[in-house]
């Protein structure tokens, strides 16, 4: 079939979750289909470009900046028309124009949105089927970030978009043939924003490729305790905060010198300067290469407290077999059982004392990543779990 993928970022390097998640819904679909690539890009992509012509027919990219003014003309025409402010903003002409040059130069069987900014577009393809591939329930996302939030003008705006897209997400899934969610919480939550009490939705979660992430060989005294993600992401901003603030000195009272690896891209500037005053704490920014980090680590954490969709995060730390402790919602959507692939806490103490517990039984540490790199082997590898894909494209 000829399909046509249209995605919010380029999803090469699999550095962050929603790369991953394309990255091998591509390699799975490049093995029976011809794919056309549409995606937006920021600044030189042209090298990561090239990687995906691997296994793309074409790839076509649209620049997109942002800045404070563009964000602010966005919010006005958010207020002018009713629309979510996110759609609003990722609603280009140039992306326009480049959809409907395509789909008047070759017919596509499949148009395949990938995240829910790239729905609006997606319905601009005539005489294809229209496949809307929601990574998470945004509605529901913001709504719980919201409610972590303390007062103010950012806390009002959102309350506000959270609602609006409540209204949109439900809209845009029934315009669409056929909608896929990463989890029975997804599901629902999607269900819940359409107004129905079920829908034919499918859930196909979220896969990882077992050969790219490959079990983690960590040194036997690995004592440090990581947590990588992007670092602009509000969620993951709040959690790392939260773990900082009232969990890490909880540890700290019974390890003195335990060490905290931040990784990820574009820290908070508040969370650079906690860096550099504490030596227990490492902030990184972005690392191209993480296996230095991966193999000193003796519990990654997943402190979330909002959030949607399924973190790739804990499937990449499983399938690597790393200890890992997270709150539920963290592990939300993942078929994982505490004690058994993981250890779960929700409240400070109980989190500190997870930790503390992976960080002392080095036996306990490794028999849980084993069992993890087994069930993500056996459930979430892309070759098995985007099997569903297959009828979903076939249905007239």
Not at 93 to 107: G, H, S, T, V
Not at 139 to 147: A, D, G
Not at 367 to 386: H, M, S, W
């Amino acid at each position: 079939m000829q399909v046509l993928l249209l995605t919010q970022v380029l999803p090469y390097p699999p550095d962050s979750g929603p790369k991953v998640k394309t990255w091998n819904v591509i390699k799975y679909l490049a093995q029976n289909h011809e794919v056309t690539l549409v995606s937006f890009v920021r600044g030189d992509q042209s090298a990561e470009v090239e990687k995906l012509r691997e296994y793309c027919t074409a790839v076509h990219t649209v620049p997109m900046e942002r800045n404070v003014v563009l964000d602010g003309l966005a919010m006005a025409r958010s207020f002018l028309t009713g629309k979510p402010w996110m759609m609003v903003r990722d609603d280009r002409k140039a992306m326009r124009e480049l959809i409907d040059r395509l789909a008047a130069e070759k017919q596509f069987d499949i148009v395949h949105a990938d995240q829910l900014n790239m729905g609006q577009f997606a319905l601009r393809v005539p005489g294809a089927r229209t496949v809307m591939d929601a990574h998470n329930a945004l509605w529901l996302l913001y709504k719980r970030l919201w409610e972590t939030m303390g007062g103010g003008v950012r806390k009002v705006l959102l309350g506000r978009d959270w609602k609006l897209l409540k209204t949109y997400e439900g809209w845009i899934c029934r315009e669409f043939d056929a909608v896929l969610a990463v989890s029975d919480e997804d599901k629902l939550a999607l269900e819940e924003a359409m107004g129905v009490d079920e829908s034919d939705i499918c859930v196909i979660p979220i896969a990882v490729d077992t050969d790219e992430e490959a079990y983690v060989e960590r040194n036997p005294e690995a004592d440090h305790i990581l947590h990588i993600g992007t670092m602009f992401w509000p969620p993951n901003i709040d959690g790392v905060t939260w773990f900082l603030d009232e969990i890490y000195p909880l540890i700290r009272v019974e390890r003195l010198d335990a060490v905290f690896d931040l990784v990820g891209s574009r820290p908070p500037e508040a969370l650079v300067e906690l860096g550099a005053q504490d030596a227990g704490i490492n902030v990184t920014g972005y690392v191209e290469d993480p296996a230095e980090f991966y193999t000193n680590t003796g519990v990654m954490i997943v402190p979330l407290r909002a959030g949607g969709g399924m973190r790739v995060k804990i499937l990449n730390a499983l399938s690597q077999g790393l200890p890992l402790v997270s709150t539920s919602l963290g592990a939300e959507g993942i078929g994982v059982v505490s004690g058994e692939h993981l250890l779960l806490a929700d409240q400070p103490a109980d989190f500190a004392q997870a930790v503390l517990q992976l960080l002392e039984d080095k036996t306990l540490a490794t028999t849980l990543g084993q069992n993890g790199r087994n069930l993500i082997k056996e459930r979430y590898d892309y070759r098995t779990a985007c099997q569903p894909l297959d009828q979903i494209y076939l249905v007239d």
